[in-house]
């Protein structure tokens, strides 16, 4: 299940919740095409991979968690590992996308 961050105490807690997990943050907004395209694989990698935490973050509505990532461009993934980012991907490459999930994980 892919939970979507409704503000910066959500994203914080989520993080704190997953613990020694790989999270894995996707960067959106709803007027991106590119985003809604990769959505419904970003899904599939949740039910594939339990044992990771997957997260949405909508740039427009969560604007701070997304400054701290420095998101200039989206669809933006993020990984993250004991609350440190260990990796990034821009844009929509499904196949990368699972790569770097099966590497951090």
Do not use: R
Not at 31 to 46: H, N, R, S, T, V
Request: charged share 25%.
């Amino acid at each position: 299940m892919v939970h979507a961050i409704a503000d910066e105490n959500d994203f914080n807690g989520q993080l704190e919740a997953a613990g020694d997990k790989l999270v894995v943050v996707d960067f959106h907004a709803t007027w991106c095409g590119p985003c809604k395209m990769i959505a419904p694989f970003f899904e599939g990698l949740a039910e594939e991979f339990q044992d990771v935490v997957f997260l949405k973050v909508d740039v427009d509505d969560v604007e701070d968690v997304a400054g701290q990532y420095n998101v200039s461009s989206i669809p933006k993934f993020v990984f993250i590992k004991n609350k440190n980012q260990v990796g990034e991907m821009l844009g929509a490459d499904q196949e990368k996308l699972k790569n770097l999930v099966l590497e951090h994980k």
